[in-house]
């Protein structure tokens, strides 16, 4: 089992940007892959990126590609999210995710869940 911890959201203005970070406790983060889910106010949530066991495979949505990206430290038991250029859009709750093979977009497959971090983008 594993623990998930994420930090680094806040309030920023549009423009700016912002690494996410999703610590893991209990089992080490490198038996796990990862993704990062975002849901923004009223709407459901959405897959962001994905990054698998060694951090050699990734998955991003169409959409975010180019601001987004993905990346883990597995000495360091963390997986990040940076987001350049965020706007407005972008506002809402970022979760990560953890299961010990799955890496596509379907929240249903992931087996734990951290709190999630707020990010609000002011225009």
């Known amino acids: 089992q594993v623990q998930l911890v994420e930090s680094g959201g806040g309030l920023v203005q549009a423009g700016d940007s912002l690494r996410l970070s999703c610590a893991a406790s209990?089992?080490?983060?490198?038996?796990?892959?990862m993704g990062w889910f975002r849901q923004a106010p009223g709407k459901e949530r959405e897959f962001v990126a994905a990054?698998?066991?060694?951090?050699?495979?990734?998955a991003i949505t169409n959409s975010m590609a180019g601001r987004f990206t993905i990346s883990r430290d597995n000495g360091e038991n963390t997986v990040y999210l940076r987001v350049n250029s965020l706007q407005p859009e972008d506002t809402g709750v970022y979760y990560c995710?953890?299961?010990?093979?799955?890496?596509?977009?379907?929240?249903?497959?992931?087996?734990?869940w951290g709190q999630g971090t707020q990010v609000t983008v002011s225009s």
């Open positions: 995710a953890a299961d010990l093979y799955y890496t596509g977009p379907k929240a249903l497959e992931y087996d734990y």
């Open positions: 209990g089992r080490t983060a490198s038996t796990y892959a």
């Open positions: 990054i698998g066991r060694d951090g050699t495979n990734t």
